[in-house]
């Protein structure tokens, strides 16, 4: 199950403003904590940020909306955020915050493809992020023997995946973010 | 006893500081009298740099200080257009003949003189300004389409740092001019000043005992420009000239801030301004200008 929450109407409920952009500070904490509530609200695993109706996101908002919603997500909860509907200057903000706080996310970019990372991502982890997605749910012995890696380098990326929440982890299987 | 401060015939950020230093000590005992009647020309910078000193002086307690306005028509119809005189008419005592035109019927205002004192004027500014800003940088500027965006969240930024570290409202204003002698080529500039903390009294509790006696305006503005630091504690602060910084590497931009005493700039190679100046006549808090050139071989 995922929860999809439009953030362009969020905007609209939380700011008196007749714009579409998410920009500022308080802004930005004023659609986070609405998002959190929601988030707190829903049994859904997986929460979408839609951008699909948002203007423009500036530095701000984006630190204040996607990276404090990571670093305030409880790292034991079996809860993922992704995003949808980011155009490219939206991403390049996020992937600007992201890479700050050293965090990462997930966009889904359409019905089964791959979708992109932002943030903090080595190619490596990339690489080992898009085996997951295509292949499904893996171990590191399974990982190591597709992309002709040691178990280590496997299972520390693995780890490392999951630890950014881009994989679901699940006794000792990594599983892919439903799309 | 008035004390003079001439507006300089042609008023920008090259000639702030002459503006400046006619105020002496600051604040000024005497009344002030701002004489802008030899200005022919000022840009964005000059015009709202000399609101933040109106504003200054108010927050001062000085007396309204006096206002001559410029001889020239032509100077004082541009003045009204950019809403100058709108603002200036709360701050000082006009001595001259002002113009009623509408604002912002220039084709190279884009956005004309606002003020900005909360996190709604903010989202007023960018709204406001992104359909004409999408235009002109790519017909006039020649930039491709993705960095009007860029250039509305470098906006956003600059606008913000009032909100949150000045203490008191200020102004911005976009305009887009030619600079046939720095550059030979169009430039959106972007203004941004108020008269408030200025960065030294905004950094100093977290970030004077770090530099130690190095400490002071240049210090403060190398804190905040080059190293992202904020007067707060949050590690996601001090983001805002950071997204600035790399819009305007792209774009071949430039950022100069004018705070206290100093002024700290990031220099393209086609401007020949210092990238540091210091010891410069006082001027209360910060004085912020974005530069973004049309791009060679692109749109005049």
Redesign the interface.
């Known amino acids: 199950m995922i929860q999809t929450i439009p953030l362009g109407r969020v905007l609209q409920e939380t700011v008196a403003t007749p714009y579409r952009d998410l920009v500022t500070r308080p802004t930005g904490a004023a659609v986070r904590s609405w998002i959190q509530k929601a988030i707190a609200g829903s049994a859904a695993p997986t929460t979408l940020l839609d951008f699909t109706d948002v203007g423009l996101l500036d530095f701000s908002c984006a630190d204040e909306i996607v990276a404090k919603l990571l670093l305030d997500t409880d790292p034991g909860a079996d809860h993922y955020v992704m995003l949808l509907g980011a155009r490219e200057d939206h991403a390049e903000a996020i992937d600007h915050v992201l890479n700050h706080h050293a965090l990462a996310i997930a966009v889904v970019t359409g019905p089964g493809e791959l979708p992109r990372l932002l943030g903090r991502v080595t190619p490596e982890l990339e690489r080992v992020f898009g085996c997951v997605f295509r292949l499904g749910p893996g171990d590191a012995g399974s990982i190591a023997d597709m992309l002709g890696w040691t178990l280590e380098r496997a299972a520390d990326a693995l780890l490392t995946l999951a630890l950014l929440r881009l994989l679901r982890a699940e006794a000792g299987t990594f599983h892919p973010l439903p799309t | 006893m008035t004390r003079i401060a001439e507006v300089p015939a042609s008023f920008d950020d090259r000639t702030f500081d002459q503006f400046a230093q006619a105020f002496g000590a600051w604040p000024p005992d005497e009344r002030m009298l701002v004489d802008a009647r030899a200005a022919q020309w000022a840009s964005p910078y000059g015009l709202i740099g000399l609101l933040s000193a109106g504003q200054a002086l108010r927050e001062a307690h000085r007396e309204k200080p006096l206002f001559t306005v410029p001889a020239s028509d032509d100077v004082r119809r541009y003045w009204a257009r950019t809403g100058f005189f709108r603002h200036a008419a709360e701050l000082f005592e006009i001595h001259g003949k002002v113009p009623r035109v509408p604002t912002s019927e220039d084709s190279d205002q884009l956005l004309d003189i606002t003020p900005v004192g909360a996190?709604?004027d903010?989202?007023?500014v960018?709204?406001r300004i992104?359909e004409r800003a999408a235009r002109m940088l790519s017909h006039e500027l020649g930039l491709e389409a993705?960095a009007t965006?860029?250039f509305?969240?470098a906006l956003?930024?600059a606008c913000?740092n009032i909100?949150?570290h000045a203490g008191t409202s200020g102004w911005v204003a976009v305009h887009v001019y030619n600079w046939r002698k720095r550059l030979g080529r169009r430039v959106i500039v972007i203004a941004v000043s108020d008269a408030g903390l200025g960065f030294r009294r905004s950094l100093e509790a977290t970030q004077a005992k770090r530099f130690g006696d190095r400490w002071g305006d240049a210090a403060a503005l190398e804190a905040a420009l080059i190293q992202g630091v904020s007067r707060f504690r949050d590690?996601?602060r001090g983001?805002?000239l950071?997204?600035i910084k790399?819009y305007l590497s792209r774009w071949d931009g430039k950022i100069s801030i004018r705070s206290g005493t100093a002024r700290l700039s990031i220099v393209p190679k086609w401007d020949d301004d210092l990238p540091l100046a210091e010891h410069l006549p006082f001027f209360p808090g910060a004085q912020v200008q974005v530069v973004i050139p049309a791009q060679e071989g692109g749109a005049r």
């Open positions: 996190s709604e903010v989202h007023q960018v709204g992104q993705k965006m860029g509305a969240m956003s930024e913000q909100v949150e590690p996601g983001q805002g950071a997204g790399r």
